[in-house]
T-cell receptor, first 110, second 113 residues
Framework: SQQGEEDPQALSIQEGENATMNCSYK?????LQWYRQNSGRGLVHLIL?????REKHSGRLRVTLDTSKKSSSLLITASRAADTASYFC??????????FGKGTRLHILP | EPEVTQTPSHQVTQMGQEVILRCVPI?????FYWYRQILGQKVEFLVS????????KSEIFDDQFSVERPDGSNFTLKIRSTKLEDSAMYFC???????????FGNGTRLTVT
């Protein structure tokens, strides 16, 4: 069954603005991860937040997790052209099957 | 930085033919995965592999698919009789610890004609 679902499907913002992407999931999880994919390339792991954590930072990335609402958000601050990519959340639902959502396509406008 | 490598980068095959997609995971990693992505859409889980056996597989991973770690470094995905709908990007991934972030290769684009 589908786990993570990102929202919005696509997002265009001006360079320098903040980008927020959301992810909702259905079942209990051990952790939630965010990945980036540049066109035609493999996915790159960005950040992992465990089910007992509420917020985590890494550079310009801020991830929140609300297990009561089964949702997470990824905030990219001060966006740059190089941030243009697709962003996926992935959930680890307590088995060895890490499931990805459909992704958010982020486009940073110059 | 160590990386996951996949070969070939692009494979074209005729319907009904067997294909083997190859991956070399990061050397000290213990958990191995195959995913596929059709036309830049969602990334679909196929199979996970640990301790020389399949630990989880999806509905997509039917008896036409198999995985093997033949020599302690390579991790292969075999599709016995390809169908048109098997056309996709196939990604290999590995991790050191279960539940850790996955390291992905750059994928093999499989085109079935």
């Amino acid at each position: 069954s589908q786990q993570g679902e990102e929202d919005p499907q696509a997002l265009s913002i001006q360079e320098g603005e903040n980008a927020t992407m959301n992810c909702s999931y259905k079942t209990s999880i051990n952790n939630l991860q965010w990945y980036r994919q540049n066109s035609g390339r493999g996915l790159v792991h960005l950040i992992l937040i465990r089910s007992n954590e509420r917020e985590k930072h890494s550079g310009r990335l801020r991830v929140t997790l609300d297990t009561s609402k089964k949702s997470s958000s990824l905030l990219i601050t001060a966006s740059r052209a190089a941030d243009t990519a697709s962003y996926f959340c992935a959930t680890d639902p307590r088995d060895d099957k890490i499931i990805f959502g459909k992704g958010t396509r982020l486009h940073i406008l110059p | 930085e160590p990386e996951v490598t996949q070969t070939p980068s692009h494979q074209v095959t005729q319907m009904g033919q067997e294909v083997i997609l190859r991956c070399v995971p990061i050397s000290n990693h213990l958990y191995f995965y195959w995913y596929r992505q059709i036309l830049g859409q969602k990334v679909e889980f196929l199979v996970s592999f640990y301790n020389n056996e399949i630990s989880e597989k999806s509905e997509i991973f039917d008896d036409q698919f198999s995985v093997e770690r033949p020599d302690g470094s390579n991790f292969t995905l075999k599709i016995r009789s390809t169908k048109l709908e098997d056309s996709a990007m196939y990604f290999c991934a590995s991790s050191l610890v279960r539940g850790d972030g996955l390291h992905f290769g750059n994928g093999t684009r499989l085109t079935v004609t």
